[in-house]
């Protein structure tokens, strides 16, 4: 419980993603028993992609299954559900990860989903010390796993939303910039400023927010 705890501080304290998914791993591996090799695999734009590790180890294995497109991290995600690798030496799913997996001495592994719609992705466990194959030790594992993963979701999910309003000020007071220097450039109000701003956008193309950044940047119209 200390060690859940305090990992549960230490992701509070955190305001960025990155910082959290970097907490979420090191956390599981302070909480979950018998767990060391751990991390995070994230969809992006490309995928999915390893976010954070605890171990070189974590990291290669994450690494395999992502290029094989294969193993208990695919499967969690696309399941929406707790996938185990009880045993590695008697595994007959993914042939290509589990042969990686156990070249960097894990015997077992398990991945569970993150809840809500964001982020898409998993928190995989590796454990190299023994295999799952006891019931009770596996039943344990999985249950604490998920009640930390449901955790760091919540805890995901709210620096998300503090990044987004983060980048939204931010572009606000681009914008705002941009208008106060054409505005005074050309002696028009506030709302022809941004007019100029969005025929801009519409002509080039170009995401308003960059246009207002070239002409804060460069103070020209």
């Not at 707790?82 to 997996?101: G, K």
């Not at 010390?129 to 930390?148: K, M, N, S, V, Y």
Request: glycine residues 8%; hydrophobic residues 45%.
């Amino acid at each position: 419980m200390t060690a859940l705890v305090r990992s549960a501080r230490g992701i509070a304290g955190c305001d960025h993603v990155a910082d959290v998914l970097t907490c979420v791993a090191e956390g599981a591996a302070a909480v979950v028993p018998g767990v060391q090799d751990a991390g995070v695999t994230v969809r992006g734009p490309d995928g999915l992609a390893c976010a954070a590790s605890t171990t070189d180890t974590a990291a290669a294995v994450d690494r395999a299954a992502i290029r094989a497109a294969e193993g208990p991290c695919f499967e969690a995600v696309a399941r929406a559900g707790t996938v185990v690798l009880a045993d590695a030496a008697t595994e007959t799913r993914w042939p290509q990860f589990v042969q990686e997996a156990v070249r960097h001495g894990v015997r077992a592994s398990l991945s569970v989903p993150f809840s809500g719609r964001w982020p898409v992705g998993a928190l995989n466990l590796h454990v190299t010390g023994h295999a799952l194959a006891d019931p009770a030790l596996r039943d344990r594992i999985c249950r604490e796993a998920r009640i930390f993963a449901l955790y760091a979701s919540i805890a995901l999910a709210g620096a998300h939303r503090v990044e987004n309003l983060e980048r939204a000020v931010e572009r606000r007071d681009v914008i705002g910039q941009a208008k106060g220097i054409l505005m005074a450039q050309h002696d028009i109000d506030a709302d022809d400023a941004f007019e100029r701003l969005r025929q801009a956008s519409q002509h080039t193309n170009i995401k308003l927010h960059d246009i207002a950044s070239w002409v804060a940047a460069r103070r020209t119209p």
